[in-house]
């Protein structure tokens, strides 16, 4: 009443301060009920338009380690410059008016040519960008367009591992075009390459979700999966947990803004049991063995089951496959006489020969062979009505030592037939030959075979035990069983699994989780053999390469090292020799055994003059191995392992 009691006073400056108010509260009226009811419409649109979209954030991969910690495969920071498409459109809207045509123009037309105009852009920056890293960076129109039309809220990465000069050339711009920036991702890297390329295995891309994690993305940011070797066996561990983050996109599908929602969680290291220095000790020999050598050299502890080196050739270089292996890479990999993807120690089986004598040998010496006993070798020996068996040794007489050392057919088959096929075979079930050995590679280990006499189809005959006395016929083996026979042989008569994983040790040494390590020395069988045979069978290994036997290229002064050397013939389905696969199985020191040896070539001249050089040069890095470790202090030196007995493999 007051108010109005004053307006009915003649009074100007009063009534015109009124009607402002009255006029401001009319418009505020006014504009809230054009927000609330015309607009409103437009503003819910917008809200519908705009979206949250989910990406998919892989993890670090887990690092694999030799024994000492060295990195046979890392991550390293891969800097990439990506181009933001939000932050375009004013100049996608400035190219469309240069290169917009003055006539009417359907509604195909008008898209096509927007989208030219968009890859204008996009491809002017391009080359611009190169111009400033130095190297030709080319965008293509179909690769653009696949990018724009289904994930446009993700950056377009235009330059992958750029490196320190780049990077500086980049940062150093006086102006940044719009929409590019520098960013790091990890990348998987091989650093030794095609060093131990059959154990790790390789990555092939692979974005799905790992058992366990959302399945349910918008988005999904370059992710690998491991196919073969550690990084497939172990892929679940290498892997960790993939992260999320959330971007917020307009109704044209651009970027507004983005959070992470889930940090990823690193992969775990896999620490293997080989030895870096041993494994290239090994790759060496084998690659200057022959011209393209096709072989493998495995190395075993043959105290405590653990693989040293597990040496395949040809071999490939696992970093080719990253982010995608090439059609010429490809086409290298698959030749079919080289092979190199094939892991030859254990993913091929090969007829033993005449390393195979050192079985026959328990066998013969279990059934009461004479070993002083003088026996004559003619040069052949026949069989049933078959041809007669020619014999390598020069004719002359022989007894246990000097058949072995110059591995005498007659010798071992006539002596074999004595004992008999089933105390052979029974000896080689005790090895679990025919069986897999165990590695933790799963689908590419092979079992080999392992004769069943008496079993369909084969009608067996004494002319297969002859076969069978000298490593030929219906057996094969695999590099990786060889070693377990050796290293049984110089351990006392313990039948080991091998042992390729040492530990599995979280990344982040702040994690809290205590490593997971695997058990050493886990006894698979016994050969069950007398103490007598298995002494007689290593001075006679001894003597083949000490006493100028058919292995005494494996010669080291001061380090005695012992062995039987092989060849078998490759037959093809007519029975004729097409080649031949030489071997060479050792251990050593003989005094106080150590490490076993087993070098297998294809196509090789001999045991002793193609796989016992190989063999040689492994030792000698072995004795280096041996001689850095009596170096450490006292208090660093590992503890002997004791031999335990369990029905299951140590990995498996």
Not at 254 to 268: D, F, I, K, L, M
Not at 370 to 382: A, C, L, M
Not at 429 to 443: D, V
């Amino acid at each position: 009443m007051l108010i109005f009691d004053q307006l009915r006073k003649d009074d100007p400056q009063l009534r015109a301060l009124t009607a402002l108010v009255l006029a401001g509260v009319l418009t505020l009226l006014a504009g809230l009920w054009y927000v609330q009811v015309i607009s409103s419409k437009r503003f819910v649109d917008n809200q519908r338009a705009q979206a949250y979209r989910t990406v998919r954030i892989p993890a670090a991969r887990g690092k694999i380690l030799d024994r000492n910690g060295h990195p046979f495969a890392d991550n390293y920071p891969n800097y990439r410059i990506n181009l933001y498409l939000e932050e375009l459109p004013r100049l996608f809207k400035d190219e469309w008016r240069r290169t917009k045509p003055a006539r009417a123009l359907l509604r195909e037309e008008r898209l096509a040519l927007e989208s030219m105009a968009r890859f204008t852009v996009v491809s002017n920056l391009s080359t611009q960008l190169g111009q400033v890293v130095g190297q030709p960076i080319a965008v293509s129109l179909a690769e653009f367009s696949e990018h724009y039309n289904s994930q446009p809220a993700l950056p377009l990465t235009l330059a992958n591992q750029l490196n320190a000069v780049q990077i500086a050339r980049f940062q150093e711009q006086p102006v940044i075009p719009p929409g590019l920036d520098l960013d790091v991702q990890p990348m998987r890297s091989y650093l030794y390459g095609t060093t131990a390329a059959h154990i790790l295995g390789y990555l092939r891309r692979d974005n799905q979700s790992r058992e366990g994690e959302e399945a349910d993305y918008d988005f999904r940011l370059p992710d690998y999966r491991g196919k073969v070797g550690i990084e497939h066996a172990f892929d679940s561990t290498l892997c960790g947990r993939a992260g999320m983050k959330s971007v917020l996109v307009n109704n044209l599908g651009y970027r507004q803004s983005e959070s992470t929602w889930v940090e990823s969680e690193p992969g775990t290291n896999v620490v293997l049991t080989i030895d870096l220095a041993i494994q290239r000790a090994a790759e060496r020999g084998l690659q200057a063995a022959l011209n393209e050598t096709r072989g493998a050299v495995v190395v075993m502890d043959c105290r405590d089951g653990d693989i040293l080196a597990m040496a395949s050739a040809p071999s490939f270089d696992p970093n080719r496959f990253i982010p995608r292996i090439s059609r010429e890479d490809w086409e290298a990999l698959s030749d079919p006489k080289l092979r190199p993807q094939i892991n030859r120690a254990i993913q091929e089986h090969y007829a033993p020969g005449s390393i195979f004598k050192i079985i026959t040998a328990m066998a013969c010496l279990e059934s009461g062979l004479d070993p002083d006993r003088s026996q004559y070798n003619p040069g052949f020996i026949h069989v049933g009505r078959r041809r007669p068996i020619h014999d390598l040794a020069p004719p002359g007489d022989y007894d246990f030592k000097k058949a072995f050392i110059f591995s005498s057919n007659t010798y071992f088959i006539s002596n074999g037939l004595n004992a008999g096929v089933d105390r052979i075979l029974e000896i080689s079930r005790r090895l679990h030959l025919g069986e897999l050995a165990g590695i933790p590679l799963p689908g590419q280990e092979k079992p080999g075979i392992l004769p069943k006499p008496g079993e369909a189809p084969i009608a067996w005959h004494d002319g297969d035990t002859a076969n069978l006395c000298i490593g030929q016929g219906y057996l094969s083996v695999t590099p990786l069983q060889m070693t377990v026979m050796t290293a049984a042989i110089a351990n006392g008569g313990a039948v080991l699994w091998p042992r390729l994983i040492d530990r599995l040790v979280p990344q982040d040494p702040l994690h809290g989780s205590q490593p997971l390590v695997f058990k050493k020395a886990q006894v698979r069988d016994r050969l069950n053999v007398s103490k007598r045979t298995l002494e007689l069978i290593q001075e006679a290994m001894r003597a083949d390469v000490e006493e100028r036997g058919t292995g005494k290229a494996a010669h080291i002064p001061g380090y005695t090292v012992s062995g039987k050397t092989g060849t078998a013939q490759v037959t093809d389905p007519s029975g004729k020799v097409v080649d031949h696969t030489v071997w060479f199985a050792s251990f050593a020191p003989y005094e106080d055994p150590k490490y076993a040896v087993v070098v297998m070539v294809e196509s090789g001249a001999s045991g002793g003059g193609t796989c016992a050089p190989i063999a040689r040069q492994v030792f000698e890095a072995l004795r280096q191995r041996d001689a850095a470790t009596a170096a450490r202090p006292a208090g660093l030196a590992k503890p002997a392992p004791t031999f335990t007995s369990t029905p299951t493999p140590a990995e498996g």
